[in-house]
């Protein structure tokens, strides 16, 4: 696999002409991890980062070189050498407070008309150690970098050519939603539409910057680099539209806790959290009654068998097959009967069984937890009743 890594470098270095050496010393890195690794027979959180940063620090490496070839002002950069500071959470760094404050300082000293070409999903620990951002991380140090430059507008170049009404593999050629609010763009990013990762709206809110989603593959013939839509528009305050897209996270964990000591008894759901907290799992959607809670919990996270049985010692706790969340969201539905009654309209005709019903607090989305089959069927009639396809 290594001698493959290499064999693709080189390949691209001398099709673009570029200088033969230009990645020599990370790739030496990269040899050298990869022999630790196999020596050792383990991989820490530690030394995984440390790994799957070098494919970042390459890839800026060969683009603002080619940028150079062609005639532009370009540097690379290491993301910490412009102040991208995190925790130690490797795989899952938070970026430090002083963060912001760094990155606007080392934007101040870039030189005008060199195009920085920056490493995305990386930071540095305080202790200089390699750190990621998780899954989807790029989309955040965009928009952390954005927001320290003060630009006019963030643009995110993905996959897709902008957040979808529906997830394109239920509903076929789904159209694309031209303007969300910051807060809808958070709640599809949430639960499922995977076109940018959920933290991206923090640092582009709080600077008052726009973020516009754009197809990297969806460019227009023969005109390179025009898309061939507008793509989203996700800012402060979008036109109002009673529905904006339907979002489809599957395959999440869900328990059901039942307890009688819940009756009347303060901090009962505090020491639940607690035992998920300490067992690193997060909730997406959560129902309580009087004596009990139902919440679905993510796949990839925690250690579910451990906290399940910290939760036996003071209530019934009970394991679902996995289970499917399909989520609603658009401005309607905090206030719209009819636009409701239309939906489960459509859930009852179809059959769909529903285990748990939330909305948020932002009364912009509707959240349903349901088997995965009948999920896929209830986005794919819900998408053809309200938007008409």
Known sequence: ILDAI???HRR???GLALEPMILGDL???LQQLVRGIALLRDLSPRVRDALVSLGERMSV?????LLQRRGQAARAYDSWELGMLTTSRFGGADPLPECASALRSAMELLTPGVIPVVTGFIGHSMDAEITTLGRGGSDYSAALLGAAAGVQEIQIWTDVPGFLRADPRVVHDPSIVPALSFDEAAELAFFGAKV???RTIEPAREAG???????TFHVA????GTPQSAGTLTMEASPPEPIRALALHEQVRSLHLHSLHMVEAEGFLARVFRVLANHGLSVDVVATSEVSVTMTLDREEGELDAAVEALSLFAEVKRSAPRSILCLVGGGLGHDSALLARVFGVLGQSGVPIHVISQGASRINV?????????RVAMERLHKELFGS
Request: no cysteine.
């Open 6 to 8: 290499h064999s693709r």
């Open 12 to 14: 691209l270095i001398a």
């Open 27 to 29: 790739e030496h890195t």
């Open 61 to 65: 490496r060969l683009f603002a070189a």
């Open 196 to 198: 940018l990762h959920p």
């Open 209 to 215: 910057i726009p973020v516009r989603v754009l197809g």
């Open 221 to 224: 013939p023969g005109e390179t």
């Open 367 to 375: 959240t349903l937890v349901t088997d995965p089959l009948a999920a």
